[in-house]
């Protein structure tokens, strides 16, 4: 069972336990939006278990649930990330860097040779944190799709590679 701490960070498998807090998340417009729901997923507690695997993750900070984490093989030696700091009041702090650093090296550890990931082209700030750590942009998809509300949204694509990571740990 994943579990990496640093400090007062943890991350660590999310289980059935996890359930309530991350549907209440998920169906958050505000938390939602940058990933394309501003009206949340509609999701029930017990969705989200049946979904939870392997690479279902969740974050805390002083033992808080306070965001949630994931990833997946794409291909042999690639896997694709994703972070959400979900709690309003846990933002802006830094914290963010500090779990993806400790996501990214878990699995450079763990055999992983390349880490992908995408961000919607509004979220700056989440740019400046991929790029501090060493990400490299791999291309810009305008219009690529729509969210909900049926307006077009941009993402970039990212990749970092082991001798590219700026650990800020």
């Known amino acids: 069972m994943t579990k990496i701490q640093y400090e007062n960070l943890t991350i660590r498998q999310a289980v059935p336990a996890d359930a309530k807090q991350l549907a209440a ?10 990933a394309g729901f501003p009206n949340g997923l509609g999701i029930t507690e017990e969705e989200v278990v049946r979904g939870l695997g392997g690479g279902s993750l969740v974050i805390e900070e002083n033992d808080r649930l306070i965001g949630e984490c994931n990833y997946r093989q794409t291909e042999e030696g690639v896997a694709e990330i994703g972070i959400k700091i979900c709690e309003t009041d846990c933002q802006n702090r830094g914290a963010g860097r500090k ?15 390349k880490i992908i990931l995408d961000t919607n082209v509004k979220n700056t700030r989440a740019q400046h944190v991929y ?16 969210d909900q509300l049926g307006q077009l949204q941009s993402s970039i694509d990212y990749e970092l590679t082991p001798a590219d990571f700026n650990s800020s740990l």
Not at 25 to 34: C, L, S, T
Not at 100 to 110: A, D, E, K, R, T
Not at 131 to 142: D, I, M, Q, Y
């Open 131 to 146: 790029e501090s750590l060493g990400f490299r942009k791999v291309r810009t998809n305008v219009d690529a799709w729509k």
């Open 25 to 34: 998340w998920w169906n958050d417009g505000a938390v939602m939006a940058h």
């Open 99 to 113: 779990l993806l650093s400790m996501l990214i090296g878990w699995l450079f550890q763990n055999g992983y040779s």
